[in-house]
C-alpha cells in the first residue's frame, strides 16, 4: 500500500487483511466502519491510513505490513467458512498453525477438493475474484460413463444456464476406463457450481471434481488438508 496518499476506505481495510474489499463495502453501507470517531456510509471515501484512526466494528485496525500467501488442497466434503450450523468441517480447521489472518480467494463447493489461495491481501482477492479478471482454472473432472462426441460438443459450444451462457476455455478427455473417463477442464468464469451444471446439462454426472490449477498456480504434491506458503511474482501481485 502507498502510504503517502489518501486512498478509498474499502481499500484500506482490505489491505489491512480483514477481508475482501467487497465484504469492505458492505461494512461500510451498514454502518460499521468509523474515521476519527465518525460513522462513515460513503463508498469511495478518502482516507490517510498514517494520520486517520479507522475501527470496523469498534475495533481499530492495523495496516497490514506483509502479505502472504498460501496454497491449500481442499479435501473433499470441507466447508469454506469459518463455521458452519452444521457441524461440517471447515478449511480453517486445517489452518490453526498458519501465524497470520487469512482468507480463501474465491470458493470452492463443499463436495469439489483441490487447490485454493489463502492470503491477507484484499486488493489481490478483490481483483482476481472479479468477474472481469478471467483468472484461468483448471480441473480435473470425473465423469460416470463416457462423453460423446456430441456432448463434447455442446459443453464446448457453451451452455444456457439461468444466469445466462455458460462458457468453458477448454475441454479434453484424457483417461478412459469402461466405465468412467477423466475430463480436464479450464474456465475463466465462477458461476455457482458451474461445471457441475454445465455437465449435468448434457446428462454426465460427476464423480470428482479436483481443482488443479489457478492462474499461474498449480497443486502440485500437495497433498489433502495440507498448505505451503508461497511468494507471488510481481505480475501476479501489481497493484
Not at 485496525?61 to 479435501?75: C, N, T
Not at 490449477?213 to 497443486?219: F, M, V, Y
Request: proline share 5%; aromatic share 6%.
Amino acid at each position: 500500500m502507498n502510504l503517502n496518499k489518501t486512498v478509498r476506505l474499502q481499500k484500506v481495510i482490505a489491505e489491512a487483511g480483514l477481508a475482501s474489499r467487497r465484504k469492505a463495502e458492505e461494512w461500510i453501507t451498514q454502518g460499521r466502519v468509523k474515521v476519527n470517531g465518525h460513522v462513515v456510509t460513503k463508498l469511495g471515501t478518502q482516507v490517510d491510513p498514517q494520520t486517520d484512526k479507522i475501527s470496523v466494528n469498534n475495533r481499530p485496525i492495523q495496516i497490514q505490513q506483509e502479505w502472504v500467501y498460501y496454497l491449500f488442497h481442499k479435501p473433499k466434503n470441507v466447508m469454506v467458512t469459518a463455521s458452519d450450523p452444521e457441524g461440517r468441517p471447515t478449511i480453517f480447521d486445517y489452518l490453526k498453525k498458519i501465524p497470520e489472518r487469512v482468507f480463501p480467494v474465491g470458493r470452492l463447493d463443499f463436495d469439489s477438493e483441490g487447490l485454493m489461495l489463502l492470503t491477507n491481501d484484499g486488493t489481490l482477492t478483490h481483483r482476481w475474484t472479479h468477474p472481469s479478471s478471467k483468472v484461468p482454472k483448471q480441473y480435473n473432472v470425473k465423469t460416470k460413463g463416457i462423453p460423446t462426441e456430441e456432448q463434447l460438443e455442446k459443453l464446448k459450444k457453451g451452455i444456457h444456464l439461468e444466469e445466462g451462457l455458460a462458457s468453458l476455455s477448454k475441454i479434453a478427455i484424457t483417461e478412459k476406463t469402461e466405465k468412467n473417463a477423466w475430463l480436464e477442464i479450464t474456465l475463466t468464469e465462477g458461476k455457482r457450481r458451474q461445471i457441475r451444471r454445465m455437465l449435468k446439462a448434457v446428462d454426465l454426472l460427476v464423480l470428482r471434481l479436483i481443482r488443479t490449477g489457478i492462474g499461474p498456480l498449480r497443486l502440485g504434491k500437495l497433498k489433502p488438508g495440507e498448505y505451503r506458503k508461497v511468494r507471488l511474482t510481481p505480475t501476479c501481485i501489481s497493484r
